[in-house]
């Protein structure tokens, strides 16, 4: 049973940057696709970054495309996602997703994940 565990949240000022972690353990399968997701109070939670971790492919949501880098690290079996110049609105919950069958695009879906963390929070105030 894969675990994902998310860190790195915290609060800052809008421009700052922060950078999220989620480590990945007991995977007995490959994991060919991870995400983040962001979910607020007044929203329903969005797919914001996601990777193909076979490959060079990424997909962003418009609301982050320029500011957030996602990536991965096969060999720490970890996902990241670089964000600077946060704004007020990224404000929510984070979480990670991971999926152990095939992946295909859009990767920002939500219905093919089949793995997820527990989500850290991220405060941005202005």
């Known amino acids: 049973q894969a675990k994902l565990l998310e860190s790195g949240g915290g609060s800052v000022q809008a421009g700052e940057s922060l950078r999220l972690s989620c480590a990945a353990t007991?995977?007995?399968?490959?994991?060919?696709?991870m995400g983040w997701f962001r979910q607020t109070p007044d929203k329903e939670r969005e797919g914001i970054a996601a990777?193909?971790?076979?490959?060079?492919?990424?997909d962003y949501s418009d609301s982050v495309k320029g500011r957030f880098t996602i990536s991965h690290d096969p060999a720490e079996s970890t996902l990241y996602l670089q964000m600077n110049d946060l704004k007020p609105e990224d404000s929510g919950m984070y979480y990670c997703?991971?999926?152990?069958?095939?992946?295909?695009?859009?990767?920002?879906?939500?219905?093919?994940?089949?793995?997820w963390g527990q989500g850290t929070p991220v405060t941005v105030s202005s």
């Open positions: 990777i193909y971790t076979g490959g060079s492919q990424w």
């Open positions: 997703a991971a999926r152990t069958y095939a992946c295909a695009r859009p990767y920002l879906r939500e219905v093919q994940y089949n793995y």
């Open positions: 007991g995977t007995s399968s490959p994991i060919n696709c």
